[in-house]
Nanobody, 125 residues
């Protein structure tokens, strides 16, 4: 069992930055990979970024490449999402997810078995 708690969301002007955190507890040693997803009002949940513990490889949605960076701190059982050059279209509830099974779900919502409660990110124009 894995518990995830996101934090760091808020209101920011376009062009600004935010750093989201996802603190994990429980069977954190069972994590195969972690991901960030977001969901805007009236939209489906979409993939943002993912990190694989084996080798530490990362993946990003085309819409955030070059602006967002996912990273992890195993000692703190925490995953981060650094968001720079934010745009109004980045406004959404951001969710942290954990995949404890093989293969790694990466960019698929259905590939993750644990989810956080979400944190709101609002970017003003």
């Amino acid at each position: 069992q894995v518990q995830l708690v996101e934090s760091g969301g808020g209101l920011v002007q376009a062009g600004g930055s935010l750093r989201l955190s996802c603190a994990a507890s429980g069977r954190t040693f069972s994590r195969y990979g972690m991901g960030w997803f977001r969901q805007a009002p009236g939209k489906e949940r979409e993939f943002v970024a993912a990190i694989r513990w084996s080798g530490g490889s990362t993946s990003y949605a085309d819409s955030v490449k070059g602006r967002f960076t996912i990273s992890g701190d195993n000692a703190k059982n925490t995953v981060y999402l650094q968001m720079n050059s934010l745009k109004p279209e980045d406004t959404a509830v951001y969710y942290c997810a954990a995949d404890t099974t093989f293969p790694f779900g990466r960019d698929k919502v259905g590939g993750y078995d644990y989810w956080g409660q979400g944190t709101q990110v609002t970017v003003s124009s």
